[in-house]
Protein backbone atom coordinates (compact mmCIF):
# COMPACT_ATOMS: atom_id res chain seq x y z
CA UNK A 1 0.00 0.00 0.00
CA UNK A 2 0.85 3.63 -0.73
CA UNK A 3 1.83 5.16 2.53
CA UNK A 4 1.87 8.99 3.52
CA UNK A 5 2.82 11.14 6.79
CA UNK A 6 1.39 14.71 7.11
CA UNK A 7 -0.23 16.56 9.87
CA UNK A 8 -3.82 16.65 10.20
CA UNK A 9 -5.07 19.59 8.51
CA UNK A 10 -7.87 20.63 5.91
CA UNK A 11 -5.49 21.84 3.14
CA UNK A 12 -5.54 20.99 -0.51
CA UNK A 13 -3.30 18.57 -0.39
CA UNK A 14 -5.20 15.28 -0.46
CA UNK A 15 -6.28 13.82 3.44
CA UNK A 16 -5.49 10.43 2.03
CA UNK A 17 -2.72 8.15 1.88
CA UNK A 18 -3.80 8.10 5.41
CA UNK A 19 -2.85 10.94 6.70
CA UNK A 20 -1.91 10.98 10.63
CA UNK A 21 -1.65 13.74 13.45
CA UNK A 22 1.79 13.64 14.68
CA UNK A 23 3.52 11.36 12.04
CA UNK A 24 2.80 7.98 11.20
CA UNK A 25 -0.50 5.99 10.61
CA UNK A 26 0.41 3.04 9.54
CA UNK A 27 -1.56 0.41 7.32
CA UNK A 28 -0.18 -2.59 5.94
CA UNK A 29 -0.42 -3.83 2.50
CA UNK A 30 -3.52 -5.87 1.64
CA UNK A 31 -5.53 -4.85 4.60
CA UNK A 32 -8.87 -5.41 3.01
CA UNK A 33 -8.14 -8.79 2.17
CA UNK A 34 -6.73 -10.16 5.58
CA UNK A 35 -8.90 -13.34 5.31
CA UNK A 36 -6.96 -14.47 2.37
CA UNK A 37 -3.85 -16.28 1.94
CA UNK A 38 -1.46 -15.40 3.83
CA UNK A 39 2.45 -15.08 2.83
CA UNK A 40 3.90 -18.18 3.31
CA UNK A 41 7.26 -18.57 6.05
CA UNK A 42 10.46 -18.92 4.32
CA UNK A 43 12.42 -22.40 4.58
CA UNK A 44 11.23 -25.99 4.41
CA UNK A 45 8.38 -26.92 7.06
CA UNK A 46 10.02 -27.58 10.49
CA UNK A 47 12.84 -26.04 10.18
CA UNK A 48 13.76 -22.53 11.65
CA UNK A 49 16.13 -20.21 9.95
CA UNK A 50 17.49 -17.13 11.24
CA UNK A 51 16.83 -14.01 10.24
CA UNK A 52 20.57 -11.58 9.59
CA UNK A 53 21.26 -8.46 11.70
CA UNK A 54 20.42 -5.63 9.97
CA UNK A 55 24.44 -4.59 10.10
CA UNK A 56 24.74 -7.86 8.25
CA UNK A 57 22.53 -6.89 5.34
CA UNK A 58 24.28 -6.43 2.44
CA UNK A 59 24.33 -2.80 1.13
CA UNK A 60 23.25 -3.08 -2.51
CA UNK A 61 20.18 -4.97 -0.71
CA UNK A 62 19.01 -2.04 1.69
CA UNK A 63 17.22 1.34 0.11
CA UNK A 64 19.21 4.51 -0.41
CA UNK A 65 17.65 7.26 1.39
CA UNK A 66 20.03 9.96 0.61
CA UNK A 67 17.58 11.61 -1.38
CA UNK A 68 16.12 12.36 1.84
CA UNK A 69 19.32 13.06 3.79
CA UNK A 70 22.64 11.70 3.44
CA UNK A 71 23.12 11.23 7.01
CA UNK A 72 21.46 10.96 10.44
CA UNK A 73 23.74 13.57 11.19
CA UNK A 74 22.23 15.94 8.36
CA UNK A 75 18.31 14.77 9.56
CA UNK A 76 19.83 16.47 12.60
CA UNK A 77 20.53 19.76 11.09
CA UNK A 78 17.25 20.10 8.83
CA UNK A 79 14.94 18.83 12.08
CA UNK A 80 16.50 21.99 14.06
CA UNK A 81 15.85 24.21 11.29
CA UNK A 82 12.45 23.15 10.61
CA UNK A 83 11.20 22.71 14.45
CA UNK A 84 12.89 26.57 14.92
CA UNK A 85 10.08 27.28 11.94
CA UNK A 86 7.14 26.39 13.50
CA UNK A 87 6.92 29.44 16.19
CA UNK A 88 6.70 31.79 13.35
CA UNK A 89 2.89 30.51 12.62
CA UNK A 90 1.97 33.50 14.76
CA UNK A 91 2.43 36.22 12.42
CA UNK A 92 -0.07 34.66 10.42
CA UNK A 93 -2.87 34.43 13.68
CA UNK A 94 -5.71 36.73 13.31
CA UNK A 95 -4.95 38.26 9.62
CA UNK A 96 -5.63 35.59 7.14
CA UNK A 97 -8.96 37.84 6.16
CA UNK A 98 -6.56 40.65 6.00
CA UNK A 99 -5.84 40.57 2.17
CA UNK A 100 -5.22 37.61 -0.38
CA UNK A 101 -1.46 38.28 -0.34
CA UNK A 102 -1.46 37.58 3.28
CA UNK A 103 -3.23 34.16 3.31
CA UNK A 104 -1.50 33.24 0.33
CA UNK A 105 1.77 34.00 2.07
CA UNK A 106 0.44 32.12 5.22
CA UNK A 107 -0.73 28.75 2.85
CA UNK A 108 3.02 28.94 1.45
CA UNK A 109 4.69 28.98 4.98
CA UNK A 110 2.52 26.13 5.94
CA UNK A 111 3.11 23.77 2.81
CA UNK A 112 6.30 24.92 3.01
CA UNK A 113 6.31 23.29 6.87
CA UNK A 114 4.46 20.65 5.87
CA UNK A 115 7.02 19.63 3.13
CA UNK A 116 9.93 19.23 5.54
CA UNK A 117 7.63 17.45 8.17
CA UNK A 118 7.11 14.72 5.23
CA UNK A 119 10.92 14.53 4.37
CA UNK A 120 11.64 14.64 7.89
CA UNK A 121 8.69 11.95 9.26
CA UNK A 122 9.55 9.76 6.24
CA UNK A 123 13.21 9.25 6.92
CA UNK A 124 12.93 8.74 10.49
CA UNK A 125 9.71 5.89 9.77
CA UNK A 126 12.54 4.46 7.01
CA UNK A 127 14.94 4.20 9.08
CA UNK A 128 12.97 2.54 11.96
CA UNK A 129 11.24 0.42 9.77
CA UNK A 130 14.60 -1.13 9.09
CA UNK A 131 14.67 -2.61 12.71
CA UNK A 132 12.57 -2.23 15.23
CA UNK A 133 14.49 -2.56 17.95
CA UNK A 134 16.83 0.14 17.25
CA UNK A 135 16.50 2.58 20.38
CA UNK A 136 18.22 5.57 18.42
CA UNK A 137 15.66 5.18 15.51
CA UNK A 138 13.06 5.26 17.96
CA UNK A 139 14.37 8.16 19.35
CA UNK A 140 14.50 9.83 16.15
CA UNK A 141 10.83 9.27 15.33
CA UNK A 142 9.23 10.01 18.89
CA UNK A 143 10.70 13.60 18.60
CA UNK A 144 9.90 14.06 15.35
CA UNK A 145 6.12 12.91 16.32
CA UNK A 146 6.37 15.13 19.31
CA UNK A 147 7.47 18.27 17.47
CA UNK A 148 5.13 17.52 14.44
CA UNK A 149 2.51 17.57 17.27
CA UNK A 150 3.43 21.02 18.49
CA UNK A 151 3.33 22.15 14.35
CA UNK A 152 -0.57 20.58 14.19
CA UNK A 153 -1.57 22.66 17.86
CA UNK A 154 0.60 25.86 16.10
CA UNK A 155 -1.11 26.02 12.90
CA UNK A 156 -4.50 24.56 14.22
CA UNK A 157 -6.24 27.94 13.91
CA UNK A 158 -5.92 28.27 10.49
CA UNK A 159 -8.89 26.56 9.48
CA UNK A 160 -11.36 28.02 11.73
CA UNK A 161 -10.15 31.21 10.51
CA UNK A 162 -10.15 30.61 7.16
CA UNK A 163 -14.10 29.12 7.62
CA UNK A 164 -14.33 32.79 9.36
CA UNK A 165 -13.69 34.96 6.88
CA UNK A 166 -17.48 36.13 5.44
CA UNK A 167 -18.61 34.89 2.63
CA UNK A 168 -18.33 37.54 0.20
CA UNK A 169 -15.41 38.52 1.20
CA UNK A 170 -13.48 35.27 0.42
CA UNK A 171 -15.42 34.94 -3.09
CA UNK A 172 -13.54 38.17 -3.88
CA UNK A 173 -10.28 36.52 -2.40
CA UNK A 174 -10.89 33.50 -4.42
CA UNK A 175 -10.19 35.44 -7.63
CA UNK A 176 -7.37 37.33 -6.72
CA UNK A 177 -4.20 36.27 -8.88
CA UNK A 178 -2.47 35.94 -5.50
CA UNK A 179 -4.40 33.07 -4.68
CA UNK A 180 -4.99 31.42 -7.95
CA UNK A 181 -2.44 28.29 -6.91
CA UNK A 182 -4.17 27.82 -3.65
CA UNK A 183 -8.24 28.34 -5.07
CA UNK A 184 -8.65 24.80 -5.06
CA UNK A 185 -7.22 24.23 -2.08
CA UNK A 186 -9.78 26.71 -0.33
CA UNK A 187 -12.70 25.73 -2.03
CA UNK A 188 -11.83 22.14 -0.77
CA UNK A 189 -11.82 23.52 2.61
CA UNK A 190 -14.85 25.80 2.64
CA UNK A 191 -17.48 23.03 1.29
CA UNK A 192 -16.95 22.27 5.31
CA UNK A 193 -18.50 25.44 5.75
CA UNK A 194 -21.91 24.04 6.65
CA UNK A 195 -20.89 20.98 8.32
CA UNK A 196 -18.78 23.14 10.56
CA UNK A 197 -19.94 24.45 13.79
CA UNK A 198 -19.40 27.34 16.12
CA UNK A 199 -16.25 27.54 18.30
CA UNK A 200 -17.65 26.26 21.70
CA UNK A 201 -19.12 23.25 19.43
CA UNK A 202 -16.26 22.58 17.63
CA UNK A 203 -14.51 22.60 21.66
CA UNK A 204 -17.27 20.29 23.09
CA UNK A 205 -16.87 17.59 20.10
CA UNK A 206 -13.02 17.25 19.79
CA UNK A 207 -13.11 17.18 23.91
CA UNK A 208 -15.06 14.09 23.18
CA UNK A 209 -12.54 12.40 20.76
CA UNK A 210 -11.14 10.03 23.44
CA UNK A 211 -14.52 8.96 24.63
CA UNK A 212 -15.79 7.82 20.82
CA UNK A 213 -13.01 5.87 20.39
CA UNK A 214 -13.87 3.69 23.40
CA UNK A 215 -16.19 0.85 21.23
CA UNK A 216 -13.44 0.70 18.95
CA UNK A 217 -10.51 0.21 22.59
CA UNK A 218 -12.94 -2.51 23.68
CA UNK A 219 -13.35 -4.36 20.30
CA UNK A 220 -9.50 -4.53 20.00
CA UNK A 221 -9.20 -5.56 23.53
CA UNK A 222 -11.40 -8.20 23.48
CA UNK A 223 -10.58 -9.45 20.06
CA UNK A 224 -6.68 -9.21 20.18
CA UNK A 225 -6.13 -9.65 23.91
CA UNK A 226 -9.01 -11.44 26.29
CA UNK A 227 -10.15 -14.14 23.43
CA UNK A 228 -8.20 -17.15 24.11
CA UNK A 229 -8.20 -20.62 21.89
CA UNK A 230 -6.79 -24.32 22.76
CA UNK A 231 -3.71 -25.98 20.56
CA UNK A 232 -5.10 -28.15 17.66
CA UNK A 233 -3.57 -30.10 15.35
CA UNK A 234 -1.97 -29.17 12.46
CA UNK A 235 -2.00 -32.31 9.19
CA UNK A 236 1.44 -33.27 10.37
CA UNK A 237 0.09 -33.84 13.80
CA UNK A 238 1.76 -31.41 15.83
CA UNK A 239 -0.38 -28.83 18.16
CA UNK A 240 -0.59 -25.45 16.90
CA UNK A 241 -2.19 -23.08 19.37
CA UNK A 242 -4.84 -21.46 17.64
CA UNK A 243 -5.14 -17.65 16.60
CA UNK A 244 -5.83 -15.32 14.32
CA UNK A 245 -2.86 -15.82 12.11
CA UNK A 246 -2.95 -19.36 12.55
CA UNK A 247 -6.49 -19.47 11.76
CA UNK A 248 -5.90 -18.34 8.42
CA UNK A 249 -3.30 -20.71 7.74
CA UNK A 250 -5.47 -23.60 9.15
CA UNK A 251 -7.81 -22.47 6.42
CA UNK A 252 -5.03 -23.25 3.53
CA UNK A 253 -4.62 -26.78 4.91
CA UNK A 254 -5.59 -29.76 2.20
CA UNK A 255 -7.20 -31.87 5.25
CA UNK A 256 -10.78 -30.36 5.21
CA UNK A 257 -11.34 -32.24 9.09
CA UNK A 258 -8.34 -29.63 10.55
CA UNK A 259 -9.72 -27.20 8.46
CA UNK A 260 -13.40 -27.73 9.81
CA UNK A 261 -12.28 -28.26 12.89
CA UNK A 262 -10.44 -25.22 13.32
CA UNK A 263 -13.76 -23.06 11.97
CA UNK A 264 -15.78 -24.22 14.57
CA UNK A 265 -13.28 -23.84 17.58
CA UNK A 266 -12.25 -20.68 16.43
CA UNK A 267 -15.48 -19.16 16.22
CA UNK A 268 -16.53 -20.67 20.32
CA UNK A 269 -14.93 -17.55 21.37
CA UNK A 270 -17.41 -15.44 19.11
CA UNK A 271 -20.10 -17.13 20.22
CA UNK A 272 -18.96 -17.23 23.59
CA UNK A 273 -18.26 -13.21 23.50
CA UNK A 274 -21.33 -12.32 21.06
CA UNK A 275 -23.24 -10.17 23.34
CA UNK A 276 -20.15 -7.91 24.37
CA UNK A 277 -19.01 -7.44 20.74
CA UNK A 278 -22.45 -6.70 19.62
CA UNK A 279 -22.59 -3.85 22.29
CA UNK A 280 -18.93 -2.80 20.83
CA UNK A 281 -20.07 -2.42 16.87
CA UNK A 282 -23.31 -1.15 18.17
CA UNK A 283 -21.37 1.77 19.63
CA UNK A 284 -19.18 2.30 16.86
CA UNK A 285 -22.05 2.85 14.70
CA UNK A 286 -24.08 4.95 17.13
CA UNK A 287 -20.85 7.44 17.04
CA UNK A 288 -20.75 7.34 13.10
CA UNK A 289 -24.31 8.66 13.27
CA UNK A 290 -24.24 11.00 16.49
CA UNK A 291 -21.21 12.88 14.62
CA UNK A 292 -22.54 12.96 11.17
CA UNK A 293 -26.10 14.09 12.73
CA UNK A 294 -24.43 17.15 14.87
CA UNK A 295 -22.53 18.28 12.07
CA UNK A 296 -25.63 18.75 9.86
CA UNK A 297 -24.71 15.38 7.23
CA UNK A 298 -28.14 13.90 6.10
CA UNK A 299 -26.31 10.40 7.08
CA UNK A 300 -23.18 8.40 8.42
CA UNK A 301 -22.45 7.26 4.84
CA UNK A 302 -22.48 10.65 3.55
CA UNK A 303 -20.34 12.18 5.89
CA UNK A 304 -17.78 9.69 4.95
CA UNK A 305 -18.14 10.05 1.74
CA UNK A 306 -17.90 13.73 1.41
CA UNK A 307 -14.45 14.66 1.45
CA UNK A 308 -13.80 12.86 -1.72
CA UNK A 309 -16.86 14.44 -3.17
CA UNK A 310 -18.23 10.97 -4.02
CA UNK A 311 -22.16 10.99 -4.32
CA UNK A 312 -23.92 7.99 -2.52
CA UNK A 313 -24.81 6.79 -6.24
CA UNK A 314 -21.51 5.63 -6.61
CA UNK A 315 -21.60 3.07 -3.39
CA UNK A 316 -25.00 2.34 -4.26
CA UNK A 317 -24.10 1.01 -7.93
CA UNK A 318 -21.30 -1.08 -6.74
CA UNK A 319 -23.78 -3.02 -4.75
CA UNK A 320 -26.54 -2.87 -7.17
CA UNK A 321 -23.89 -4.26 -9.84
CA UNK A 322 -22.37 -7.19 -7.82
CA UNK A 323 -25.56 -8.73 -7.05
CA UNK A 324 -26.46 -8.89 -11.07
CA UNK A 325 -23.10 -10.08 -11.34
CA UNK A 326 -23.79 -12.62 -8.46
CA UNK A 327 -24.30 -15.57 -10.68
CA UNK A 328 -20.59 -15.87 -11.49
CA UNK A 329 -19.92 -16.21 -8.03
CA UNK A 330 -22.28 -18.93 -7.73
CA UNK A 331 -20.49 -20.61 -10.60
CA UNK A 332 -17.33 -20.22 -8.95
CA UNK A 333 -18.13 -22.14 -5.51
CA UNK A 334 -19.75 -24.78 -7.79
CA UNK A 335 -16.95 -25.31 -10.06
CA UNK A 336 -14.67 -25.05 -6.51
CA UNK A 337 -16.22 -27.94 -4.77
CA UNK A 338 -16.48 -30.41 -8.02
CA UNK A 339 -12.69 -29.74 -8.70
CA UNK A 340 -12.12 -30.60 -4.91
CA UNK A 341 -14.72 -33.70 -4.89
CA UNK A 342 -17.20 -31.98 -2.24
CA UNK A 343 -20.54 -33.01 -1.07
CA UNK A 344 -21.18 -30.05 -0.27
CA UNK A 345 -18.87 -26.62 0.27
CA UNK A 346 -18.43 -24.76 3.52
CA UNK A 347 -17.00 -20.94 4.04
CA UNK A 348 -13.75 -23.08 4.96
CA UNK A 349 -13.43 -25.27 1.72
CA UNK A 350 -13.01 -21.11 -0.43
CA UNK A 351 -9.36 -20.36 1.05
CA UNK A 352 -7.41 -23.75 0.02
CA UNK A 353 -6.15 -23.63 -3.42
CA UNK A 354 -8.16 -25.78 -5.71
CA UNK A 355 -4.39 -26.69 -7.19
CA UNK A 356 -1.07 -27.46 -5.91
CA UNK A 357 0.57 -24.25 -5.25
CA UNK A 358 3.29 -23.19 -8.79
CA UNK A 359 6.81 -24.11 -7.64
CA UNK A 360 8.83 -21.12 -8.87
CA UNK A 361 11.58 -19.45 -7.86
CA UNK A 362 12.23 -15.99 -8.65
CA UNK A 363 15.56 -14.28 -7.68
CA UNK A 364 15.35 -10.21 -6.89
CA UNK A 365 16.58 -9.45 -10.43
CA UNK A 366 14.32 -12.24 -12.01
CA UNK A 367 11.31 -10.74 -10.23
CA UNK A 368 12.02 -7.68 -11.21
CA UNK A 369 12.67 -8.69 -15.46
CA UNK A 370 9.16 -10.40 -15.08
CA UNK A 371 7.28 -6.92 -13.21
CA UNK A 372 9.11 -5.07 -16.38
CA UNK A 373 8.12 -7.09 -18.83
CA UNK A 374 4.63 -7.38 -17.61
CA UNK A 375 4.59 -3.83 -17.57
CA UNK A 376 5.81 -2.77 -20.95
CA UNK A 377 2.16 -1.78 -22.12
CA UNK A 378 2.99 1.36 -19.65
CA UNK A 379 5.26 3.07 -22.07
CA UNK A 380 9.23 3.45 -22.07
CA UNK A 381 9.77 5.93 -19.04
CA UNK A 382 8.05 3.77 -17.05
CA UNK A 383 9.42 0.90 -16.86
CA UNK A 384 13.34 2.34 -17.65
CA UNK A 385 12.14 4.64 -14.42
CA UNK A 386 11.29 1.75 -12.21
CA UNK A 387 13.48 -0.92 -13.56
CA UNK A 388 16.50 1.81 -12.29
CA UNK A 389 14.90 2.62 -9.15
CA UNK A 390 14.34 -1.25 -8.50
CA UNK A 391 18.03 -1.62 -9.28
CA UNK A 392 20.81 0.85 -9.33
CA UNK A 393 19.04 3.95 -7.67
CA UNK A 394 18.42 1.40 -4.59
CA UNK A 395 14.32 2.39 -4.04
CA UNK A 396 13.75 -1.27 -2.27
CA UNK A 397 14.58 -2.34 0.79
CA UNK A 398 14.44 -5.94 -0.24
CA UNK A 399 14.79 -9.17 1.76
CA UNK A 400 13.86 -9.72 5.72
CA UNK A 401 16.46 -9.08 8.76
CA UNK A 402 15.91 -9.37 12.54
CA UNK A 403 13.48 -6.38 13.49
CA UNK A 404 12.20 -4.82 10.32
CA UNK A 405 9.04 -4.56 10.45
CA UNK A 406 6.81 -7.32 8.30
CA UNK A 407 5.11 -6.83 5.38
CA UNK A 408 5.26 -4.37 2.63
CA UNK A 409 4.16 -0.56 1.63
CA UNK A 410 5.27 2.14 -0.40
CA UNK A 411 6.27 5.60 0.79
CA UNK A 412 6.36 8.51 -1.20
CA UNK A 413 7.41 11.84 -0.83
CA UNK A 414 7.70 15.00 -3.03
CA UNK A 415 10.86 15.65 -2.51
CA UNK A 416 12.84 11.83 -1.94
CA UNK A 417 12.27 8.61 -4.34
CA UNK A 418 9.20 6.62 -3.67
CA UNK A 419 10.88 4.16 -1.57
CA UNK A 420 9.48 -0.01 -1.09
CA UNK A 421 10.05 -2.14 1.79
CA UNK A 422 9.87 -5.49 0.81
CA UNK A 423 10.56 -8.69 2.39
CA UNK A 424 11.03 -10.53 -0.48
CA UNK A 425 11.11 -14.68 -0.47
CA UNK A 426 12.58 -15.90 -3.85
CA UNK A 427 10.22 -19.12 -3.51
CA UNK A 428 6.79 -17.27 -3.31
CA UNK A 429 5.43 -15.92 -6.17
CA UNK A 430 3.11 -13.83 -4.48
CA UNK A 431 5.80 -11.63 -3.27
CA UNK A 432 6.30 -10.56 -7.04
CA UNK A 433 3.04 -9.86 -7.50
CA UNK A 434 3.73 -7.64 -3.81
CA UNK A 435 6.24 -6.54 -5.67
CA UNK A 436 4.38 -5.30 -9.32
CA UNK A 437 1.74 -3.99 -6.50
CA UNK A 438 3.84 -1.69 -4.09
CA UNK A 439 5.70 -0.49 -7.60
CA UNK A 440 2.38 0.69 -8.87
CA UNK A 441 2.06 3.27 -6.05
CA UNK A 442 5.73 4.51 -6.11
CA UNK A 443 5.38 5.40 -9.63
CA UNK A 444 1.89 7.06 -8.99
CA UNK A 445 4.15 8.56 -6.55
CA UNK A 446 6.67 9.33 -8.51
CA UNK A 447 4.50 10.60 -11.51
CA UNK A 448 2.35 12.97 -9.23
CA UNK A 449 5.44 15.00 -8.01
CA UNK A 450 6.82 15.77 -10.84
CA UNK A 451 3.72 16.79 -12.28
CA UNK A 452 1.95 18.62 -9.34
CA UNK A 453 2.84 21.68 -7.01
CA UNK A 454 3.28 19.65 -3.23
CA UNK A 455 -0.38 20.75 -2.27
CA UNK A 456 -1.62 18.88 -5.14
CA UNK A 457 0.34 16.17 -5.62
CA UNK A 458 -0.90 13.92 -2.91
CA UNK A 459 -3.57 11.42 -4.26
CA UNK A 460 -6.17 10.09 -2.07
CA UNK A 461 -7.28 6.16 -0.70
CA UNK A 462 -9.96 6.10 -3.35
CA UNK A 463 -7.50 6.09 -6.36
CA UNK A 464 -4.77 4.80 -4.61
CA UNK A 465 -4.95 1.31 -4.83
CA UNK A 466 -6.02 1.66 -9.07
CA UNK A 467 -2.18 2.49 -9.40
CA UNK A 468 -0.97 -0.76 -7.76
CA UNK A 469 -3.51 -2.99 -8.72
CA UNK A 470 -3.33 -2.22 -12.12
CA UNK A 471 0.52 -3.43 -12.11
CA UNK A 472 -1.08 -6.36 -10.34
CA UNK A 473 -3.26 -7.32 -13.63
CA UNK A 474 -0.34 -6.38 -16.12
CA UNK A 475 1.15 -9.05 -14.32
CA UNK A 476 -1.35 -11.32 -14.52
CA UNK A 477 -2.08 -10.97 -17.73
CA UNK A 478 1.47 -10.94 -18.72
CA UNK A 479 1.79 -14.47 -17.04
CA UNK A 480 -0.88 -16.01 -17.73
CA UNK A 481 0.13 -15.26 -21.55
CA UNK A 482 3.17 -16.74 -20.86
CA UNK A 483 2.22 -20.38 -18.62
CA UNK A 484 4.36 -23.41 -20.58
CA UNK A 485 1.36 -25.91 -19.09
CA UNK A 486 -2.42 -25.98 -18.84
CA UNK A 487 -2.12 -26.56 -15.13
CA UNK A 488 0.48 -23.66 -14.64
CA UNK A 489 -2.76 -21.65 -16.10
CA UNK A 490 -5.20 -22.84 -14.08
CA UNK A 491 -3.19 -22.03 -10.88
CA UNK A 492 -2.54 -18.46 -12.17
CA UNK A 493 -6.14 -18.38 -13.22
CA UNK A 494 -7.40 -19.28 -9.80
CA UNK A 495 -5.20 -16.82 -7.83
CA UNK A 496 -6.93 -13.63 -9.69
CA UNK A 497 -10.26 -15.25 -9.26
CA UNK A 498 -9.72 -15.49 -5.40
CA UNK A 499 -8.18 -11.37 -5.34
CA UNK A 500 -11.38 -10.19 -7.02
CA UNK A 501 -14.01 -12.72 -5.09
CA UNK A 502 -12.09 -11.05 -2.11
CA UNK A 503 -10.99 -7.89 -3.28
CA UNK A 504 -14.52 -6.55 -4.81
CA UNK A 505 -17.08 -9.03 -3.87
CA UNK A 506 -16.46 -9.90 -0.23
CA UNK A 507 -15.40 -6.49 0.53
CA UNK A 508 -18.70 -5.03 -1.26
CA UNK A 509 -20.91 -7.72 1.05
CA UNK A 510 -19.02 -5.90 4.17
CA UNK A 511 -19.84 -2.79 2.45
CA UNK A 512 -23.20 -3.42 2.15
CA UNK A 513 -23.69 -4.68 5.71
CA UNK A 514 -21.97 -1.23 6.91
CA UNK A 515 -25.45 0.52 5.18
CA UNK A 516 -27.52 -1.36 6.37
CA UNK A 517 -26.65 -1.44 9.91
CA UNK A 518 -26.27 3.05 10.52
CA UNK A 519 -29.48 2.60 8.26
CA UNK A 520 -30.96 0.56 11.25
CA UNK A 521 -29.69 2.75 13.64
CA UNK A 522 -30.30 6.08 11.78
CA UNK A 523 -33.92 4.54 12.26
CA UNK A 524 -33.72 3.86 16.17
CA UNK A 525 -33.39 0.72 16.12
CA UNK A 526 -30.56 -0.82 17.99
CA UNK A 527 -27.73 -2.97 16.67
CA UNK A 528 -28.63 -6.39 19.30
CA UNK A 529 -26.86 -10.03 18.96
CA UNK A 530 -29.96 -11.09 17.01
CA UNK A 531 -30.33 -8.01 15.22
CA UNK A 532 -26.50 -8.21 13.66
CA UNK A 533 -27.31 -11.61 12.98
CA UNK A 534 -30.08 -12.08 11.19
CA UNK A 535 -29.28 -8.83 8.60
CA UNK A 536 -25.72 -10.81 7.94
CA UNK A 537 -27.21 -13.91 7.31
CA UNK A 538 -29.20 -12.69 4.70
CA UNK A 539 -26.28 -11.20 3.20
CA UNK A 540 -24.85 -14.36 3.51
CA UNK A 541 -27.16 -16.45 1.95
CA UNK A 542 -27.34 -13.66 -1.10
CA UNK A 543 -23.10 -13.58 -1.84
CA UNK A 544 -22.63 -17.45 -1.48
CA UNK A 545 -25.61 -18.43 -2.95
CA UNK A 546 -28.90 -21.19 -2.94
CA UNK A 547 -26.32 -24.31 -3.02
CA UNK A 548 -23.61 -23.35 -0.36
CA UNK A 549 -23.75 -24.54 3.51
CA UNK A 550 -23.92 -21.85 5.79
CA UNK A 551 -22.80 -22.62 9.34
CA UNK A 552 -23.89 -21.00 12.15
CA UNK A 553 -21.28 -19.61 13.25
CA UNK A 554 -20.92 -17.71 10.33
CA UNK A 555 -23.11 -14.96 11.23
CA UNK A 556 -20.91 -14.10 14.22
CA UNK A 557 -18.19 -13.15 11.22
CA UNK A 558 -19.34 -9.61 11.12
CA UNK A 559 -18.46 -9.39 14.98
CA UNK A 560 -15.08 -9.88 14.26
CA UNK A 561 -13.82 -7.67 11.11
CA UNK A 562 -11.75 -4.51 12.51
CA UNK A 563 -12.94 -2.67 9.39
CA UNK A 564 -15.98 -2.08 11.00
CA UNK A 565 -15.17 0.40 13.35
CA UNK A 566 -13.93 2.35 10.57
CA UNK A 567 -17.17 2.24 8.69
CA UNK A 568 -17.47 3.26 4.86
CA UNK A 569 -13.76 2.60 3.76
CA UNK A 570 -14.23 -0.71 2.26
CA UNK A 571 -16.16 -0.03 -0.88
CA UNK A 572 -12.83 1.85 -2.08
CA UNK A 573 -10.84 -1.50 -2.10
CA UNK A 574 -14.04 -2.75 -4.55
CA UNK A 575 -14.17 0.04 -6.73
CA UNK A 576 -10.53 0.39 -6.96
CA UNK A 577 -9.98 -2.65 -8.12
CA UNK A 578 -13.11 -2.44 -10.75
CA UNK A 579 -11.43 0.69 -12.43
CA UNK A 580 -8.03 -0.90 -12.47
CA UNK A 581 -9.52 -3.93 -14.52
CA UNK A 582 -11.61 -1.87 -16.47
CA UNK A 583 -8.66 0.62 -16.85
CA UNK A 584 -6.09 -1.91 -17.89
CA UNK A 585 -8.23 -3.93 -20.56
CA UNK A 586 -8.04 -0.05 -21.83
CA UNK A 587 -4.43 -0.09 -22.10
CA UNK A 588 -3.85 -3.66 -22.89
CA UNK A 589 -6.45 -3.52 -26.07
CA UNK A 590 -6.34 0.17 -27.11
CA UNK A 591 -5.22 2.18 -29.95
CA UNK A 592 -5.81 5.58 -29.66
CA UNK A 593 -4.73 7.41 -26.70
CA UNK A 594 -5.68 5.30 -23.53
CA UNK A 595 -2.02 4.58 -22.45
CA UNK A 596 -1.81 8.38 -22.24
CA UNK A 597 -5.09 8.83 -20.73
CA UNK A 598 -3.81 6.64 -17.77
CA UNK A 599 -0.40 8.30 -17.09
CA UNK A 600 -2.05 11.43 -17.01
CA UNK A 601 -4.57 10.09 -14.28
CA UNK A 602 -1.18 8.69 -12.29
CA UNK A 603 0.27 12.35 -13.17
CA UNK A 604 -3.12 14.15 -11.69
CA UNK A 605 -2.11 13.70 -7.50
CA UNK A 606 -5.37 15.45 -6.26
CA UNK A 607 -5.49 18.21 -8.80
CA UNK A 608 -8.96 17.12 -9.28
CA UNK A 609 -11.57 15.38 -7.55
CA UNK A 610 -10.96 11.55 -7.40
CA UNK A 611 -13.90 10.54 -9.66
CA UNK A 612 -13.09 13.12 -12.10
CA UNK A 613 -9.26 11.93 -12.23
CA UNK A 614 -10.94 8.38 -13.08
CA UNK A 615 -13.32 9.89 -15.81
CA UNK A 616 -10.38 11.60 -17.51
CA UNK A 617 -8.48 8.08 -17.61
CA UNK A 618 -11.83 6.29 -19.43
CA UNK A 619 -13.66 4.85 -16.26
CA UNK A 620 -16.80 6.38 -14.92
CA UNK A 621 -17.16 5.23 -11.75
CA UNK A 622 -20.52 6.65 -11.09
CA UNK A 623 -21.62 4.26 -14.15
CA UNK A 624 -22.21 0.84 -13.35
CA UNK A 625 -20.05 0.13 -16.35
CA UNK A 626 -16.52 -0.14 -14.70
CA UNK A 627 -17.29 -2.70 -11.80
CA UNK A 628 -19.65 -4.79 -14.78
CA UNK A 629 -16.41 -4.92 -16.78
CA UNK A 630 -14.70 -6.38 -14.09
CA UNK A 631 -17.26 -8.98 -12.99
CA UNK A 632 -17.36 -10.10 -16.69
CA UNK A 633 -13.39 -10.53 -16.34
CA UNK A 634 -13.67 -12.46 -13.60
CA UNK A 635 -16.98 -14.63 -15.27
CA UNK A 636 -14.63 -15.40 -18.19
CA UNK A 637 -12.14 -16.40 -16.18
CA UNK A 638 -14.50 -18.93 -14.19
CA UNK A 639 -15.51 -20.35 -17.72
CA UNK A 640 -11.36 -20.53 -18.83
CA UNK A 641 -10.89 -21.98 -15.41
CA UNK A 642 -13.46 -25.08 -15.93
CA UNK A 643 -12.58 -25.82 -18.94
CA UNK A 644 -8.56 -26.07 -17.91
CA UNK A 645 -10.10 -28.57 -15.30
Excluded at 15 to 31: D, E, H, L, N, Y
Excluded at 132 to 146: E, I, L, T
Excluded at 523 to 545: C, H, I, N, S, W
Amino acid sequence: MAKKISRTKAKGKAPAKRKGRAGVTPRSRGAAQKLMKPRKPSGKAGTAQALPPRSNVRVNDTWNLDSLFASDAEWEAAFEAWAAQIPQYIQFKGHLGDSPQVLAEALQFDAEIDRGSERLGVYAFLKTAEDQANSDYQRMKGRFQHMSTLASEASSYMRPEIMAIPTEIMDRMLNAPELADWRLALERTLRFRPHTLSDKEEQLLAMQGQMSEASNQIFRQLNDADLKWPAIKNEKGQRVELGHSSFSAFLHSPSRAIRKSAFHTYYTQYTAHQHSLAAALNGSVQRDVYYAKARNYKSAREAALFADNVPLSVYDNLIESVHANLPALYRYYDLRKRAMKLKDIHQYDTYVPILSNLEKKHTWDQAVKVVIDALQPLGDEYCRTLHAGLTVQRWSDRYPNAGKQSGAFSYGTFDGAPYLMMNFQPTVLDHVFTLAHEAGHSMHSWYSARNQPFQYYGYTIFVAEVASTFNEMLLAEHLMRKAKTKQERAYLINRQLDGIRGTILRQTMFAEFERITHTLVEGGEPLTVDALRKEYRKLLDLYFGPDFAIDPELELECLRIPHFYRAFYVYKYATGLSAAIALSQRVLNGTNGELDAYLNFLKGGCSKWPLDLLRDAGVDMESPEPVNTALAYFDRLVTELDELL
